[in-house]
Antibody
Framework: QIQLVQSGPELKKPGESVKISCKAS????????MHWVKQAPGKGLKWMGW????????TYADDFKGRFVFSLEASASTANLQISNLKNEDTATYFC????????????WGQGVMVTVSS | DVVLTQTPVAQPVTLGDQASISCRSS???????????LEWYLQKPGQSPQLLIY???NRFSGVPDRFIGSGSGSDFTLKISRVEPEDLGVYYC?????????FGSGTKLEIK
């Protein structure tokens, strides 16, 4: 069955970096784009951007340009999100989600990774 | 960016009754290819969001027929008939017609 399994929770200090992984299984990884979604504690969902899993080309929402990097380990069917120079406002749960192009929707989601930034 | 306005913010409901959630867009969600990429997601407490409805009215695999999506242009509705305990959580509409994709602010379905 199709699964997106994300890495575990992270506790970081301001200024540090974090790398979150999202391992896909049950389908051909390069057939579907991978998107990233942020959810701050008690808040709604915010689209961060996506990566073309065939070409590796990332696209970032305006609020996520600069410190955020999407990357792939295609041989391992894994998408990664790296955040550098962490700030308190980066404290959130980060979800990866597979995008079904024909439907224009996220049909499968990872379980989410809670990143806590605190001094 | 397209703004999706969901109402109500919270929807108290009696189990077994019907609930209705509105999602209005700041501009038409009809894509140049003729499709309307308006989706509905449910996020249950402590869980990831899950896809309920895609392209306005198509139920995702395994979604009960109690969930009905409708609407056109910039005005959309999700109706849930005979609400069950597992339907409780926060519902989000989402549009993928215009770049960047955007989510509504959410509607919490809760027990009255």
């Amino acid at each position: 069955q199709i699964q997106l399994v994300q890495s575990g929770p992270e506790l970081k200090k301001p200024g540090e970096s974090v790398k979150i992984s999202c391992k896909a299984s049950g389908y051909t990884f390069t057939d579907y784009a991978m998107h990233w979604v942020k959810q701050a504690p008690g808040k709604g969902l915010k689209w961060m951007g996506w990566i073309n899993t065939y070409t590796g080309k990332p696209t970032y929402a305006d609020d996520f340009k600069g410190r955020f990097v999407f990357s792939l380990e295609a041989s391992a069917s894994t998408a990664n999100l790296q955040i550098s120079n962490l700030k308190n406002e980066d404290t959130a749960t980060y979800f990866c989600a597979r995008f079904h192009n024909n439907w224009g929707s996220f049909d499968y989601w990872g379980q989410g990774v809670m990143v806590t930034v605190s001094s | 960016d397209v703004v999706l306005t969901q109402t109500p913010v919270a929807q108290p409901v009696t189990l077994g009754d019907q609930a209705s959630i509105s999602c209005r867009s700041s501009q038409s969600l009809v894509h140049s290819n003729g499709n309307t990429y308006l989706e509905w997601y449910l996020q249950k407490p402590g869980q990831s969001p899950q896809l309920l409805i895609y392209k306005v009215s198509n139920r995702f695999s395994g979604v009960p027929d109690r969930f009905i999506g409708s609407g056109s242009g910039s005005d959309f509705t999700l109706k849930i008939s005979r609400v069950e305990p597992e339907d409780l959580g926060v519902y989000y509409c989402f549009q993928a017609t215009h770049d960047p994709p955007t989510f509504g602010s959410g509607t919490k379905l809760e027990i009255k």
